[in-house]
């Protein structure tokens, strides 16, 4: 099960680019990710094709597909590694009136056991002598959630979005941008096959597992700040920060620094730094004293406390340099990130023979891979 | 930061930023348009490549408890 929504939250935001005033430029991407860490593979292509008509539209489409192989610690601790796929649809179309842009957008994802649609829509004007861009957004999702192997089980999620963000040129050189995002969610927020576990005496391993229970109403709000700087000799600098809470008592941090460098010859490095920490939902833990503790209850490894670092190394290089037929430019990027996940009050429960409750803690690297051309056009 | 407090600040500040719009505010653009080439280069652009910044930031989504304010981001799961 996938946080489609988010996704096609994300999906949407990558429909939506470019400044109030002036139509996102006509372009073609075709990507292959790869993401392996923590037991888990996940491959798959995604294709983003954007087009201007009648000099006040234009209209963008997304294919996108993951493939998953999961044996992760979840799985192999209480299930059974398994494999399956997720395909999403997202389009798009903008409207440009004079500084006005207008945008609407709709995403569908499926899989075996989830289906999620989210309609988006947005408004952005360019201000102060086109010094700075404010855009409103909204967005409505509707999932429905299904459970392999239970016919009886069928439930809902709505979800709804409301963002507001800034673009506000301060210099020459430096670029700002402020985004803030409250999301409500109501209906079955949880895995449904997750389970908790708690004390149980009565076993060899001294504990027994039973499903998990969330809340099923949810709302968070995120702010961030975001700074890009022009350096004398043609390379940027980038930093952001972000502030997350939410009413599932969840509080975090991220941090992020960056460094692009464009040489001769057509060639493009970038080097990034991402580090993000999080306490636990309240209602979250490792290990319940016993069966039906509490009303709700998670032991879900991304609600526990936890901290990770990203390291990105990338490069781009200009294939059409001075176009070629209908083609004004074209690149290829291979993106690298390296992650490492440290978790403070999550339990390696492939440790076998030990008190229950003292296994060492949990924690695991993964790579993400990246590939892909674009084209102008 | 609690949800409801910010969730306060967030509506004001779309209730400030609509009725700027709608007041039509001006001000003399302290930098120019013809200064604004260096801004213009797509290493200055926040989100470059939107079908790889989706992609990164749904691996970064799938894993953590925090969402949105992302401005453009992207994925790959495994939630489970």
Same mark, same amino acid.
């Given at each position: 099960m996938k946080r489609s929504f988010i996704f096609g939250l994300l999906a949407l935001a990558a429909l939506r680019?470019?400044?109030?005033g002036v139509l996102p430029e006509d372009r073609a991407d075709v990507l292959l990710h790869s993401y392996d860490g923590g037991g888990v593979t996940i491959e798959g292509p995604s294709v983003l094709i954007r087009k201007q008509f009648a000099q006040k539209f234009s209209v963008s489409a997304n294919h996108y597909v993951d493939k998953v192989s999961s044996a992760s610690i979840d799985v192999v601790t209480t299930a059974s590694p398994y494999s399956e796929e997720r395909t999403q649809h997202s389009v798009g179309i903008d409207y440009l009136h004079d500084r006005w842009m207008m945008n609407v957008g709709f995403t569908n994802s499926e899989e075996n056991d989830y289906s999620a649609d989210t309609f988006s829509f947005g408004l952005s004007q360019d201000m102060f002598g086109d010094l700075t861009t404010v855009s409103l957004g909204y967005s409505l999702g509707n999932d429905m959630v299904s459970r392999r192997g239970d016919a009886n089980f069928s439930d809902e999620v709505e979800r709804q979005q409301y963002r507001l963000g800034l673009s506000q040129?301060?210099?020459?050189n430096l670029l700002l941008g402020v985004s803030f995002e409250t999301i409500t969610d109501e209906g079955f927020?949880?895995?449904?096959?997750r389970q908790v576990r708690y004390v149980d005496t009565t076993t060899p391993q001294g504990y027994s597992y039973e499903r998990e229970m969330y809340p099923r109403t949810r709302t968070s709000d995120a702010g961030s700040v975001r700074l890009r700087y022009y350096l004398p000799w043609r390379a940027a600098v980038h930093a952001e920060y972000r502030r997350y809470g939410d009413t599932w008592d969840i509080s975090a941090d991220m941090f992020e620094i960056g460094y692009t460098h464009p040489i001769e010859l057509g060639w493009t490095f970038e080097g990034k730094l991402r580090s993000y920490a999080q306490t636990k939902a309240d209602?979250?833990?490792?290990?319940?004293?016993?069966? *039906?503790? *509490?009303n709700f209850l998670a032991r879900d490894k991304e609600l526990s406390t936890f901290a990770s670092q990203t390291l990105r190394l990338g490069a781009s290089y200009d294939i059409v340099r001075g176009g070629w037929k209908f083609v004004e430019r074209g690149t290829v990027n291979v993106i690298l990130d390296h992650m490492m996940f440290d978790y403070?009050?999550?339990?390696?429960?492939?440790?076998?023979?030990?008190?229950?409750?003292?296994e060492p803690l949990y924690s695991f690297d993964a790579n993400v891979f990246q590939v892909f051309v674009s084209f102008w056009f | 930061m609690t949800a409801k407090t910010t969730s306060s600040a967030v509506r004001c500040a779309i209730a400030a930023a609509a009725l700027c719009a709608l007041a039509g505010c001006s001000v003399e653009p302290w930098v120019k348009p013809y200064e604004r080439d260096h801004l213009a280069d797509?290493?200055?652009?926040?989100?470059?490549?939107p079908v790889s910044g989706s992609y990164t930031g749904h691996v970064h989504e799938a894993r953590e408890g925090a969402r949105g304010a992302t401005g453009a981001a992207g994925g790959g799961c495994g939630c489970n």
């Open positions: 680019v470019g400044h109030a040129i301060l210099t020459k927020l949880n895995n449904p096959y209602f979250y833990s490792d290990l319940f004293p016993r069966a *039906q503790f *509490q403070e009050d999550f339990r390696d429960l492939r440790v076998t023979g030990v008190v229950a409750g003292s | 797509p290493i200055m652009s926040f989100d470059r490549d």
